[in-house]
C-alpha cells in the first residue's frame, strides 16, 4: 500500500511562506499526489494535484522532484484562516487507486 | 449548487439500535467512499463504491453495511451499532477516472451510548 509520511504538526506567523514536505518512497509509476486542507469539524477540502514537477493555483503550489519520492506543499502568505490539517494522498496501485488511505496529516498553526 | 449531503449531521442512540447514515450526491459521480474520523487515528476509509451495484472494503469496514442501488446514493448502515462506533462520518464522491479528487459532505457526528 502505497503510504505516506508528514510532519505532524507546524507553526507559522501570518504573512509568511509555509512549505509542507510529504514522503512517499513507494509511490506507483502511475500515482498522483493530492493535498487536502481540513478545518475542525469539516470534511477535507481539495487543494491541489500534481504527477511531477511543479504546478500551481489560486491556493498553493505543489513541487515534485523527479524522483517523486517526495513533493512539497507550499502555502504562500498564509494568514490566520490557513490554520488547518494538510493531508498528502498517493494512490492505492493495487486497487487501482479507489481505495483512498489519509495518513496522520500535518497540523499547521498561524500565529498572530 | 454541487454538493454531498447527509443526513443526519448530529445523531445519539443505544448499542445495538440499527441506524442508517444517508448520503446523496448531485454531481453524477461515479466514485463514492464512506470515512470515519477519530481522534489520534485521522480519517480511515470504510467502504467505497464504483458504481451502481460495485462496492469494496476500506480499511476499517467490520460493523458497517454499504449499499448502492443508485447512483446518486451511498448509505452507510451500522446493524447492531457499538460504542466503538462513536465517531465523526463523511461521505465523498468523485468521478471515477479522479478518485483521488474527492468532495467531502459535511459529516455526520454519531454518538453511540
Known amino acids: 500500500l502505497a503510504k505516506t509520511t508528514q510532519p505532524i504538526s507546524m507553526d507559522s506567523y501570518e504573512g509568511q511562506e509555509v512549505n509542507i514536505t510529504c514522503s512517499h518512497n513507494?509511490?506507483?509509476?502511475?500515482?498522483?499526489i493530492t493535498w487536502y486542507q481540513q478545518f475542525p469539524s469539516q470534511g477535507p477540502r481539495f487543494i491541489i494535484q500534481?504527477?511531477?514537477t511543479k504546478v500551481t493555483n489560486e491556493v498553493a503550489s505543489l513541487f515534485i522532484p523527479a524522483d517523486r519520492k517526495s513533493s512539497t506543499l507550499s502555502l504562500p502568505r498564509v494568514s490566520l484562516s490557513d490554520t488547518a490539517v494538510y493531508y498528502c494522498l498517493v494512490g492505492d496501485e493495487a486497487t487501482g487507486g479507489f481505495k483512498t488511505i489519509f495518513g496522520a496529516g500535518t497540523r499547521l498553526f498561524v500565529k498572530a | 449548487e454541487a454538493q454531498v449531503t447527509q443526513n443526519p449531521r448530529y445523531l445519539i442512540t443505544v448499542t445495538g439500535k440499527k441506524l442508517t447514515v444517508t448520503c446523496s450526491q448531485n454531481?453524477?459521480?461515479?466514485?463514492m467512499s464512506w470515512y470515519r474520523q477519530d481522534p489520534g487515528l485521522g480519517l480511515r476509509q470504510i467502504y467505497y463504491?464504483?458504481?451502481?451495484?460495485?462496492?469494496d472494503k476500506g480499511d476499517v469496514p467490520e460493523g458497517y453495511k454499504v449499499s448502492r442501488k443508485e447512483k446518486r446514493n451511498f448509505p452507510l448502515i451500522l446493524e447492531s451499532p457499538s460504542p466503538n462506533q462513536t465517531s465523526l462520518y463523511f461521505c465523498a464522491s468523485s468521478f471515477l477516472g479522479d478518485s483521488d479528487t474527492q468532495y467531502f459532505g459535511p459529516g455526520t457526528r454519531l454518538t453511540v451510548l
Open positions: 463504491s464504483m458504481n451502481v451495484e460495485v462496492t
Open positions: 454531481m453524477n459521480h461515479e466514485y
Open positions: 500534481g504527477y511531477k
Open positions: 513507494n509511490i506507483a509509476t502511475n500515482d498522483y
